[in-house]
Structure formats: structure tokens, C-alpha cells
């Protein structure tokens, strides 16, 4: 039996772009004015005439090769045997070459702090049992956990149009998705 | 070791949205740390929206301002500090002067609306009707059109528990995005669909409550009532109609039948919205066959000059398919049906004995709140001076066969109405709970009006835009420092509202100002102001409650809410038994009432305005996600990232060579606005979208060019019509 590896897993179909979660996360840990740990990004999508979008809710993916963890000069970071990815503020210097290096805009530099952080999936709720306060926020239950070492886990989708490209650090994240198959539209002029 | 002792409390968000959260907070060493969803409140469910978990920045935003501040001069964005003492002793001699130059208080005028519907902040309104009679803003902006056409079909603004929405078979959001605006009902909308419920989105926009429907029908602006006439016209072609719900509880089939039949066919109504004539077929055959069906008809598409007579067209399908009155079907839209279980005592306070007032119309005093609870009888046909400012005169209470009241002008055309009164003129304004200055139709025309005042008193958190023509900033307590009961006009929950931390800096409460200004008022001029000058806020939360409530609520203390709060057992669903409240008591097609108010009385087709070839484009202001109207928008955890953009869809775009992050001017006869395009998927052709809302100090004035047309209907209940912004009209160049 493997063993617990956390990711996200958004359901693309029922994320609603409200961003109570993007919020959320700001009240419970006092981020800095600039800083979200999680964002929802709009993509509106067109082909063949017809149209859509859609949101996507992201932060640190916690990924498999974390390249935040490589590059980091003072060694800030560090990950847990269950995927979580840790920032230590306390040995960060602000040099944010992880922030240059992480495709995904996880890691964020806050001036007023002079340090970088980031989304450490409320691994502090986490242990104690508890959901993270993303999805606890989430009014339709689009964004919630998923232990990836579940052999069901691979049913879901490491990618959706939007995301960047997953082949250099494997993020642990995966979305349920069916992209442009389930709406109709009025016949609009 | 620093000793943390958290404490924990009970919160209810009072803006004017749909959710009306419970909320708890958490304070540690005299800080608010941070809020919470309740998960006691079933229908709110433990969450907030992004912009009340955004209220710990609000509370302690530096840019807040806490302390009395005289601006001088007006508009010179010179502010400085001076005393509660020096305030109120400034406003209450001025008052007073007033009264003595005019022989009432005729010349002081309130401008009050939605930005807190907590019931102590009522006493705002209830200072003033305690001083005697004032000049009033009253009407409402959002939603009086939709309310109107209500009225005359059902004969009150009665509807469901949205919970039961989870129950239907079809659920049909017609002009109206929750994602965005009501994010919790989108839960009980995904658990109609988890039991095989069809969602279709009807909305010019393709927003993100469409990007989630099983059908999105892209309506053209203020064409709803074509499209609703066709769907009512296929019924009828097939026969579908429920003939024993029409025979029993309907007046006036046989008029809109023969309506119908006469001058509506399918394919003239999918040309006139705009879509394939498919699109009719499938909302037709939702309704008929897939009941429960729930219709939620937005506000959006109310605020056009056929506003109202478009929601009378929307409704009248869902009666001739008898989807009324039965659980997890029907119509909503919002309803205050509950509010009046609360006492209002901190409104209703008497004028001094033999005040001087306004003489209204023969037989007609003023409903005393302007929101919309109490009938304004005869409305709709009230006799109109200048400006369409209310006829009357000045007279004294108590005078034989004279009934006084305040002296109305329209909230929606404030500033023409306020120049048009002269007898006596107005010359002190007080605001509260409002941004005029952000959120009125063609904002510019504020500037002469506001010229008149001798003394503009504002209260508020922030300097928004009505702050430059202030005399007197005075500091409000956000709801985490003060007691107060709110309910929703949406959902069945009664919670209370505690303070947590104390008033910030020397912030006070709406009650607590009127209590003090009646105390100096008193000090002055004894007898001046009956207003109540001492109790404590948790005693005046009290008097709200009544028997009636505590057996709704099933509880016989108010405090028994600081546990959790309780669904009140109101009817479930409304209109049961087709029952209805109208004159003849069934669902009135055909309404006298309305006709009686010069409108149709049948849900006839209306056109909607058109543009000209000078401003040949529409300009919707739809609603921010991170914003209600002034609010929020301009927190840095919100909109900090935001700026004020126009949306263009990509064939406009095309054809005048703008790409997103161009520079572009919408201008029109009222004024010009500058502003970042943004080419969008989400606008139909020929439309330009801005998402209205207070992005900060400095930001473009969008209301600078929008407005200048009524609706059609809201004098019958709220007394006056409300702007049709959606009948804005521009042209774009690039810069």
C-alpha cells in the first residue's frame, strides 16, 4: 500500500469563479495586500463559433518536483512525506528565485513582510484533521482533496486548457472536466 | 509566552444582497482576526462571498476614517479633524437656524438607501421624523419596476423559501447571475441538478452563472417580454396551458389569449430577443412539462423603460402553466414579506406636537419609510409640479383637515427634483448609508444641487466620492462594533448581530449619532427632538422583537439567537391554494390596477428604448462580483487588483480596431468616460459592458454618462419610478 499524497482536485464544471476561496485564504492567514495564495483565473474559450468559460481556482500545487524547493539558495523549503510542500519564512530571505522559478505563481513575495510565501495547504488544519479554508469556502464543493495514492485518483485530469505546462515539475493537482461539452447557446445573430 | 484568549461572536451582514450572512468572527487581545461563515445558518451554510471574508480588511483599513472631520472648503479635499461635541453642535445649530429661517425643517433633506439594512440604522430615519418634517429621497433604484409588475399579478411580493429551489424539475434564471450576486442559492440550484433538474440562463451576458446551465438562451436587452410572449404563445399553440389552474385562480385568460392569438407569433417573438425560435420551444416545454419549474427574474432587466411590463410578460407563463403555489416551483425575484415582523422602533418616532409639514395630495400621507413596505395609495398618478417634483404646500400638523407628511422628491432624479423645490428651498442635506455621488444616475448633474446646500453632512466609512461635497464626515461603526438585528429579503433565517471588538478610532453608530443629535437638539432647543437620548444598543435591539417573531423563530428571548440562528416558520410556499392577494384574489393577467396607473393592463409587448445613429451602442452596468454598488469594490483584498474596464465583444472590437488594454472614450450627450477596453466573448454585438461599483479614489465616474429614462412602473408601491439604466445609449472611439 502506497502511501497518502495530498493534491487539490477542482471541478472545473462546478467552479463558479466566485473566489470566496481566493478570500478566504487572505482572512485566515493576514497575507500581505498584494498576495494571494490562491486565484481564480477566467478562461473564456471559443471554437467553431461556439463558446464558453470557465474558472480555474489555483495555488501552490505541491508538485512532485517542486522547483520552488530546487532553486531556493537558503533551503526554505522542504516536502513532507504526504506531498504537502513547506515554506519556511523563518529561513527566508526574500530573494524570490522561487518565485521566478515556479510556473504557477505559487510562491509570493510580500513587501511589507520582505519574505516570500505561500500556500502551505493548511497543513496546521490538516493535521488536526480538519479542511483546508479553501474548501471549506467552496459553495459547490468544486474544490476539495484527493489523496492521489488512491488508485482511483488517476480518473481525473492532470490538465485543463488554461494550466501551464505540467511535464517539468508534476504538480499534484487534478480537475474534473468535460471542456466544451455540455452547454447550448441561442442562436445569437 | 504571549497568552492568546480567543473569543468568539455573532454577525450578520446588513448589505443589500441577497445572502444576508451569519457571520462569526473571531477576536484575539481586542482584534478582529478574522470571519467566518456560521454553520448554524442553514442557508447560508457556513460560508461567506468573497467580499465578507474580506471584512477584516474593511474594519481596519488604513484608509478608514475614524474620527468627526470638517472638509473646508467643500471640495477641496482639505479635511481636518475636529470633535464629536463640535460636530454635532455644528449640524444641530444649523438645523435649528434652518427652522427658524423657514418656520419648518422643510429646507433639511435626507438622502438614506441600502447600504445598511440593519434595523437600529433605521434611526436614522427615525431622528429625523422625531425633529418633524423634512425633505425625503425616497423611491428606490434597484428594483420598484419588477416589484410594481409583481404587485399587479400576485398583488403582493410574496415568494418561496429559495431553499425549496433544490425541489424543482426546471429552474430557469432569467436575467439573473448568483455566481456572482446570491454565490449560496448556487447550492441549492447544483442540488435541483444532482436530481436531474434543467437549468436554463437566459441573460444578454454570458456570465458565470451561464457558463453553468444546461441551456443559455442569449437574450437581446430589454426584449425578455418577446421572448416570455412567445413561450406563451407556443403553450397555447399546443394546448399545453393548465386550463383548471387558468379557470380557478386567473383573471383575464381569455383578454391575453385572445392577445395572443391576435399579435404574437413564435418567430416574431425569437426575432425580437434575438434567438432561434428552438430556444422558445425549449423554455416552453420546460415549463409545461417539467414541474416544478422556478423562474428567478433578475433586476437587471427591470431597469429599462419597459422594465416593469417585461417582468409582468415573464410571469405570466409560469401562470398559465400553473407553476405557482407549489413547493420548488414559482416566481422570485425578492421580497421583504418578513420585515414587517420586526417593530421598527427605531423608525417611528413622532414629530413634536404641531411641526410643520408638506401637504401632500388630497388624502395621501407620505408611507413614512420610502422603502417600499407600505403601498403609496394612488400612486402612479400623483399630481406633479416642476421637475415632476410631488405637488403640495407647507402646513402645520394638527391643522383642520390637513394631513402633513415629509416632503418627497425622487432618490432617482435627486438632484433636478432638489434644484425644483423653492417654497421652501432645500439647503442642508444629510447622507447616510449611500454613495449619491458614485451611484446616481448622470452624477454630474450633483454638482448644482449640491451648490445649494449650506451643509452636507455624510456618514460613512471611507471618503467616497460624496465626500467632495461634505462639510461634515462623520465616522460609522462597521457591524463587528455595534448590536443589530437585519433580515434577508431572500432566505427564512432571523439571526443577531454583537458587537466584537469596540468602535474603532471614535467611530459611532448610526443610533448612537441620532441619540447624541437629539441630545444636542434638546440642549439647544428643548422639545426640538423626541428622539430617545439614552439606552444601551443591546436595549434597542430588544424593542425590535416582537411576539410575533419569537413564535416564528420559536424561541422568547432575542438572546437565544447569540446560540445559533433560527429559520422562522413561515410559509414554506407561497400562494398555496392560488390565493392570491390581488383585489380579485386570483393571479390578475389582466390588472386594473395597473391600468388605473396608466400602464397596460394586460402583459402586452412594449418595445424596448433604441439606440440612435449618433449613440448607436447599448451600455449595460451590471453588477461586480467584489462590490455591492459603492462597497467593497475598492478593498485592496478585493479590488485591488481591479480596474474599471469597458467589455467589448469581439466583433465590435474588430471593426474599431480595439485590442484589450487600449485606451478607449464612451461618450454620449451627458458626458464623456475614459477607460481601459477589454475584448470579451462574454458581450453580445452591438453592447459594452462596465461592471458599476466605487473602484477608489480616483476612478472613472462610469455614472457620469449613464441614465436619464425611467421605468415604467415602481410609483404604485415605492412612489416613484426607478432610472432605467439599461437604456444607456453611447458611442466608443479609440484614443
Known sequence: ?189 | MVTVSAKRFRHLCPRNCFSTCAIISTVENGRLVRVEGDPEHGFTRGRLCAKGYAYPQLIYSRRRITVPMRQYPRGSGHWHRISWEEALTTIAAKILELKGRYGSLLSVCLNKQSGNFGYLHYAVEGMFNAMGYITRAEGNSCWSAGLDARIFDLGADRQSDPEDMALARSIVLWGVNPAWTAVHQMHFITMAREQGATLVVIDPLYTATAAQADYYIQVRPGEDGALALGVARYILERGWQDEDFLREYVLGWPEFRSYLEREVSVVWAAEKAGVAPEAVAVLAKLLAWYKPAAIWTGMGLQRHTNGGQNVRAITAPAAMTGNLGQPGGGLYYASQQTWNLLKYNARDWPPPPGATGWVLWPGVVGDGAGDGLEPVAGGGSRPVGAAGVVAGRQARAGDPGVAVGHRPVNTNDFARQVLACTDPPVKMLWVASRGLASQDPLVTSLEEAMGLMETVVLVDHFLTPTARFADIFLPATTPFEEWDVVLSYWHYWLGINQPAIAPVGESRSDLEIAMHLSAKMNELSPGSCTFPTSGSQEEWVAAEFTPEIYVLADIRDYRELLDRPRKLAWPRVSWEGGKFATPSGKYELCSEQAQKCGLPSLPVYVPPAAPSPAYPYRLLTSHQQLGINSQFLHLGWLGGSERATVLLPPGLARRLGVRSGMQVCLYNASGEVVLPAMVSRQVPEDVLLCYQGWYGPGAPEINAIVGGLMTDMGSYKTGFPAPALYDTFVNIYVL
Not at chain 1, 472545473?12 to 490562491?38: F, I, P, T, W
Not at chain 1, 480555474?56 to 524547493?69: M, T
Open chain 1, 1 to 189: 500500500m502506497s502511501s497518502l499524497r495530498w493534491a487539490f482536485l477542482l471541478d472545473v464544471n462546478k467552479c463558479l469563479g466566485c473566489r470566496s476561496c481566493e478570500v478566504a485564504c487572505k482572512n485566515y492567514y493576514h497575507l500581505g495586500e498584494s498576495q494571494r495564495y490562491r486565484r481564480v483565473a477566467t478562461v473564456e474559450w471559443g471554437n467553431e463559433g461556439r463558446d464558453g468559460l470557465f474558472f480555474l481556482s489555483l495555488a501552490c500545487n505541491h508538485c512532485e518536483s517542486p522547483e520552488c524547493f530546487r532553486v531556493c539558495p537558503e533551503r526554505a523549503y522542504r516536502k513532507r512525506r504526504d506531498g504537502i510542500v513547506i515554506h519556511e519564512a523563518r529561513l527566508c530571505t526574500g530573494c524570490c528565485t522561487c518565485v521566478q522559478a515556479c510556473p504557477y505563481g505559487g510562491p509570493q513575495y510580500d513587501a511589507d513582510a520582505g519574505k516570500v510565501g505561500k500556500c502551505n495547504l493548511c497543513v496546521g488544519l490538516l493535521d488536526q484533521g480538519e479542511e483546508p479554508v479553501c474548501v471549506r469556502a467552496c459553495h459547490t464543493e468544486a474544490l476539495r482533496l484527493l489523496d492521489l495514492s488512491n488508485p482511483d485518483a488517476v480518473a481525473f485530469a492532470a490538465w485543463v486548457p488554461g494550466f501551464p505546462d505540467t511535464r517539468l515539475t508534476h504538480p499534484a493537482v487534478r480537475f474534473v472536466t468535460s471542456c466544451g461539452g455540455d452547454w447550448k447557446m441561442g442562436d445569437h445573430r
